[in-house]
Nanobody
Framework: QVQLVESGGGLVQAGGSLRLSCAAS????????MGWFRQAPEKEREYVAA????????YYADSVKGRFTISRDNAKKTIYLQMNSLRPEDTAVYYC???????????????WGQGTQVTVSS
């Protein structure tokens, strides 16, 4: 059974930073691609960032480019999302996603985490 467990969400003031983590278990091999989505209240889920295992290529949404950094530790089967210069509009539930395909434009999730809340106060 594949599980993705996110952690690191919380409340932060605008301009602050948070680092999200997503640990994968139950996969015989680390997913070919992993990424992050977010969903704010009454809004559609937004594709935020992703990274490919094979070459480390990354994708970022324009809304987070230059502020967020995705990284992965293959040995720990964990990915991270470093979020800097946070804005109130970054407030959302952030979901980790894993894909068996090494495609990130866009990523095609096969598995999802349960989500972690990020709240940015103004």
């Amino acid at each position: 059974q594949v599980q993705l467990v996110e952690s690191g969400g919380g409340l932060v003031q605008a301009g602050g930073s948070l680092r999200l983590s997503c640990a994968a278990s139950g996969l015989t091999a680390f997913a070919s691609a992993m990424g992050w989505f977010r969903q704010a209240p009454e809004k559609e889920r937004e594709y935020v960032a992703a990274t490919r295992k094979i070459d480390g290529v990354t994708y970022y949404a324009d809304s987070v480019k230059g502020r967020f950094t995705i990284s992965r530790d293959n040995a720990k089967k964990t990915i991270y999302l470093q979020m800097n210069s946070l804005r109130p509009e970054d407030t959302a539930v952030y979901y980790c996603a894993a894909s068996r395909a090494d495609v990130i434009h866009p990523i095609r999730p096969n598995y999802w985490g349960q989500g972690t809340q990020v709240t940015v106060s103004s």
